[in-house]
């Protein structure tokens, strides 16, 4: 089960969980303060939200071997949405039952991925918005879906302009940088992160990229030239793309994060179920202060009340598959 918990979406996919067995029925998850993203997720919202995405793919599964995962959030308190302390997230207690039936999300663990390539600015069709719509109504977020030509207009310029305010950083931009993958001996090594196949770059492209023009040293040296790539890449994609989606909670807790996660994994699975591809574009949402300027702008562009935290903003439309991102060993998440 942990095996399928693994490849839960996750920012960066830095994979930043840890496990504390306490019997064979029984863990305790935390979050793993090794594999954090703190110029670009400054306040770890996102790695929780990732903490929520693992709980629900975990049950998820747990429902094909014939259990029921019970769960317990902060059984030992819970911490401002500020910091991070050494307390679990949650206590995970699998069950056996008869009762139990196979979630039907399941056959998509396998499947599901964020897809990064360039979309063919299809819109979602009535009954895709109301099978969507459906599934918000058995969340504890809402769910918001805009395709208007305005309204992807204005996405489009805001996500570039976020994207441009991130890496205009160069502490955040090496800090994606050390997430990326240089090449394939990169990706073996470290197994988590993402490279050019993980966005749809393959072949002969993809051969020549990382023979001739991408270096680790070169581009930690100087990474202007990524930065204006990223910058380039969002552009291109956000304008190919005419649905967007985002999920909102009332409140920022630590708690709240943790159940966006979780309902956040259910609309991944279940757009993947739907045949739709689906790529988080998070960087209006980041929480460091040179991006709250911009994202207030956000907010009050699609009237969100100014306490209520948009948690994920999705784009969504048809592309074809990429390569899966790697995961590590489910071993190397276990506390000795």
């Given at each position: 089960m942990l095996a399928y918990a693994i490849l839960a979406p996750n920012p960066h996919n830095i994979q930043p969980w840890l496990i504390k067995l306490n019997d064979q029925y029984s863990f305790d998850l935390f979050v793993d303060q090794q594999r954090l993203l703190p110029e670009t997720d400054p306040f770890a919202r996102q790695i929780h939200i990732g903490q929520g995405c693992f709980l629900e793919t975990l049950t998820i599964a747990a429902t094909a071997y014939g259990f029921k995962a019970e769960i317990d959030y902060f059984p030992q308190g819970e911490y401002s949405n500020r910091?991070?302390?050494?307390?679990?997230?949650?206590?995970?207690?699998?069950?056996?039952s008869d009762d139990v039936k196979t979630d039907p999300l399941f056959?998509?663990?396998?499947?599901?991925?964020?897809?990064?390539?360039?979309?063919?600015?299809?819109?979602?069709?009535?009954?895709?918005?109301?099978?969507l719509q459906a599934l918000a109504?058995?969340?504890?977020?809402?769910?918001?879906?805009?395709?208007?030509?305005?309204?992807?207009?204005?996405?489009?310029?805001?996500?570039?302009?976020?994207?441009?305010v991130e890496s205009g950083h160069k502490a955040r931009d090496l800090e994606t940088i050390n997430m990326f993958r240089f090449n394939d001996q990169e990706v073996q090594k470290f197994r988590d992160g993402f490279g050019l196949e993980h966005a749809g770059v393959s072949g002969i492209k993809k051969i020549m990229l990382e023979s001739f023009f991408l270096d680790r040293e070169k581009t930690q040296k100087d990474p202007s030239e990524f930065a204006k790539q990223s910058v380039d890449i969002t552009r291109s994609i956000s304008a190919s793309t005419s649905s967007f989606a985002w999920i909102t909670t009332?409140?920022?807790?630590?708690?709240q994060q943790v159940k966006a996660g979780r309902d956040y994994c259910r609309l991944n699975l279940t757009t993947a179920a739907?045949?739709?591809?689906?790529?988080p574009m998070s960087q209006v949402l980041e929480e460091y202060?040179?991006?709250?300027?911009?994202?207030?702008q956000f907010k009050q562009h699609f009237q969100i009340k100014e306490h209520h935290t948009v948690q994920m903003l999705v784009r969504l439309g048809k592309a074809e598959?990429?390569?899966?991102?790697?995961?590590?060993?489910?071993?190397?998440?276990?506390l000795g």
């Open positions: 910091v991070i302390e050494s307390l679990p997230v949650a206590r995970v207690v699998l069950t056996k056959v998509q663990l396998l499947k599901r991925q964020s897809n990064k390539r360039e979309y063919d600015n299809s819109r979602l069709n009535p009954a895709q918005k109301s099978q109504d058995t969340t504890q977020s809402s769910f918001t879906l805009v395709d208007s030509e305005p309204d992807g207009q204005y996405l489009q310029r805001v996500l570039t302009e976020a994207m441009a009332k409140g920022n807790s630590r708690l739907m045949g739709l591809a689906q790529h202060e040179d991006m709250l300027d911009l994202q207030q598959k990429t390569v899966h991102t790697p995961r590590r060993l489910v071993s190397s998440l276990v």
